[in-house]
């Protein structure tokens, strides 16, 4: 395949095809137009001419259609006018026979003779009751006009007048429906009405009276003369190709009921129906179709008009056309023929054009080789050539150029390996340059953090221990007022003794508040709570887990544990329990902000042999990558519902005096990571003091704080 496709690159860049393709992709493209050209109009051309015949077919149909309803018309008037009936009107015997003759004589289904009413149909026996199909001609030959009244028309005799009546055998009315493909869908099974030519005219007598009615009709069902006699006029010898064949069809709505169109085993096609695309255009429409037309089973040359009957309403369809086949077999050995010459054609002047080519462009192939050959790094020359054009020229001079430039290429080699040397020597002082760089860019960004934090700790600080002076104040002023309070008192204290414990433990509580503020707002120089010990890091993070699993479990929130750690921390327990409790608050927000179903794991890990460490991840809806600047911030929050912003900022307080640090790691959508990083107890740069320190007072008894205050 890959040889293939070397060939076939070859083909395309090589001169000589190119120019070959360049004068005969054209000649091709004419060849191919004019032969689609030629197809399409001898297609149209031919098609126009098959559609100018049958429409002139329908024409001659329709004619003949209307000749025989004329015909009838003049048969029907000449026996009504005639002077048999008036003479043999007294002798109904002779005249029944007279009307039995002339019915056999003009082929017609029946010829009846009714009273001048129509209610009564003269017999072999006298005078028969007789109900008469109502229509226009009815109603023309009863009336009382100058003329004769009566005519000649199509007319649909639904199957319980002509039963009743008689006068049609069942056998030749009615047919099953058969399925046919394209036709449009009915739930009907059988065709049982009876179109007619139907002829009605008075009878008058020698005092212009009218004494009886004279009705014959011509049934159309199964009248396969009728539709023969159409066709051998419209498609005599010679009118078609060889294999075509011609057909006439009467349609009764859009079912065949008299047809000379074969079906699929070669008879005629009653009962079958036409497609719904021409009984829409036909019988809805009124419109003609001339036009491809699928018949029964196959394609035919078609034109249809509509049947209109006495009502002026459309009943049926005329047709006359002829199978498509034979046409269109012409029709594409014409076009083959055209093409197979069209393209010998172009083959010869192919292979003239590539002879002629040969000797042009074998010089030009020759160099071509030689610059292939210099390209993959042979050397070779061109040589003498036989041709002492241009080209030989152009060849001499190539020869000259390669050798001049195997000079120079030797030249340029010895030059870039000496350059080479010279670059991958600068280039391994710059690695290590850039290396020492980003060492000391890393370091100063971690640096330039610490400090912008501990900026703002100072000066929460300052802020802090300004406030807690302030209010300490007043809580010395609410302590004192109190022992007075006490004194006034007296033996009655009892009776407000739970207020009086409260309104103390609340002072308490503040003044705790403010001495704890001061504590965690301490300078990296502030030494450790005197609390501070050695403290195993799973079991602080179990205790704390069990202390705020009330606050913060329910179904939809899962604390898992990880515990790799096998060294200690020395650390202030409390403190480092409001860590962890801040930390949780803080994932459990993120959580909130999702509709995932809440996790949380506390690992803590050795990283090595000087520092451990707690984290805390959650599957959260994470942190901007612009908020993480700040978390540290006081006062900072991202869209918390709840918090002050101080969590976090007193938080790494806490960790920064017991000389650890606080990393973050997160991805928005995903969650956040939080590592609390501790040294090991071995090697904790600070030494707890030995000053007091301040805890959350407890419920005070009332002579507690006075004996505190006196003291």
Not at 61 to 68: N, P, T, W
Request: proline content about 4%; hydrophobic content about 40%; some cysteine.
């Amino acid at each position: 395949m890959a040889q293939a496709y070397h060939i076939q690159s070859r083909w395309f860049s090589s001169l000589r095809y190119r120019l070959l393709t360049l004068a005969l992709v054209p000649l091709l493209l004419l060849a191919v137009t004019v032969v689609v050209f030629a197809a399409q109009w001898t297609t149209n051309f031919t098609y126009e001419q098959l559609f100018t015949k049958v429409n002139t077919d329908l024409r001659v149909a329709h004619d003949s259609f209307q000749r025989i309803q004329s015909e009838q018309e003049e048969t029907i008037l000449t026996l009504a006018s005639s002077k048999e009936i008036v003479s043999y009107w007294q002798n109904p015997t002779e005249l029944v026979k007279w009307v039995d003759v002339q019915r056999e004589l003009n082929e017609y289904n029946y010829l009846i003779l009714l009273s001048q009413d129509g209610e009564q149909r003269l017999g072999q026996g006298g005078w028969l009751p007789h109900t008469m199909h109502a229509s226009p001609l009815t109603q023309s030959a009863l009336s009382n006009g100058v003329t004769p009244g009566g005519g000649t028309g199509i007319e649909i005799v639904p199957v319980e007048v002509w039963l009743s009546n008689g006068l049609l055998e069942p056998g030749k009315v009615v047919f099953p429906l058969i399925d046919t493909p394209r036709a449009a869908p009915s739930d009907r099974s059988a065709e049982d009405r009876a179109m007619l030519i139907r002829s009605v005219h008075a009878v008058i007598d020698e005092n212009g009276d009218r004494i009886a009615l004279l009705e014959g009709g011509r049934l159309l069902n199964r009248d396969f003369d009728f539709v023969d006699r159409i066709r051998d006029l419209v498609y005599g010898p010679g009118s078609l190709a060889p294999g075509s064949l011609g057909t006439v069809t009467v349609f009764l709505d859009d079912v065949r009921i008299t047809t000379n169109v074969p079906s699929s085993d070669a008879t005629r096609a009653l009962g079958t129906r036409v497609s719904e695309e021409v009984r829409n255009t036909v019988l809805q429409l009124g419109e003609q179709w001339i036009d491809r037309a699928f018949v029964v089973n196959d394609w035919y040359i078609s034109a249809y008009e509509p049947i209109i009957d006495v009502n002026d309403e459309r009943v049926g369809m005329l047709y006359a056309g002829y199978l498509e086949k034979p046409f269109r077999q012409e029709l594409f050995n014409a076009i083959a023929v055209l093409s197979a010459l069209v393209l010998a054609g172009c083959l010869f002047a192919i292979c003239a054009a590539m002879l002629g080519a040969r000797s042009i462009f074998r010089p030009i192939e020759r160099l071509t080789s030689v610059v292939r050959a210099t390209a993959a790094g042979k050397s070779t020359r061109v040589g003498a050539v036989e041709s002492v054009d241009e080209i030989g020229e152009l060849a001499a001079q190539f020869d000259g150029m390669l050798d001049t430039l195997e000079v120079q290429r030797r030249k340029i080699e010895q030059g870039a390996q000496l350059l080479e040397d010279k670059v991958q020597l600068r280039t391994t002082e710059l690695r290590q340059q850039n290396q020492r760089l980003t060492d000391s860019l890393t370091l100063l960004k971690q640096t330039r953090q610490q400090l912008e934090t501990a900026e703002r700790l100072a000066a929460l600080g300052e802020l802090t221990a300004g406030v807690a002076h302030e209010i300490n104040n007043p809580t010395a002023v609410i302590l004192g007022n109190m022992d007075i309070l006490i004194s006034e008192i007296g033996e009655d204290r009892e009776d407000v003794a739970t207020e009086i414990d409260l309104i103390i433990q609340q002072v308490y509580r503040i003044r705790s508040i403010t001495h704890r503020l001061v504590q965690y707002s301490r300078s990296e120089n502030d030494q450790l709570s005197p609390s501070a010990q050695t403290v195993s890091l799973p079991d602080l993070v179990s205790n704390t887990v069990r202390l705020i699993q009330h606050d913060f479990l329910d179904d939809s929130l899962v604390i898992t544990e990880q515990h790799d750690c096998t060294q200690d921390a020395l650390v202030d327990p409390d403190e480092m329990q409001q860590v962890l409790v801040n930390l949780v608050r803080n994932a459990v927000e993120a959580i909130n902000q999702t509709s995932v179903k809440g996790r949380i794991v506390i690992a803590t890990k050795d990283l090595d042999d000087k520092e451990v460490c707690i984290e805390v991840t959650d599957n959260g809806a994470g942190i901007e990558p612009t908020h993480i600047a700040r978390l540290f911030d006081p006062f900072f929050t991202s869209g918390k519902e709840l918090g002050t912003g101080l969590g976090l900022s007193v938080s790494f307080g806490i960790v920064r005096r017991h000389g650890g640090r606080i990393d973050v790691t997160s991805t928005l959508g995903a969650g956040s990571t939080f590592t609390v990083v501790l040294p090991v107890a071995a090697s904790a740069p600070y030494v707890a003091s030995n000053s007091p320190s301040v805890k959350a007072a407890p419920i005070f008894d009332t002579e507690d704080v006075l004996s505190e205050f006196k003291r």
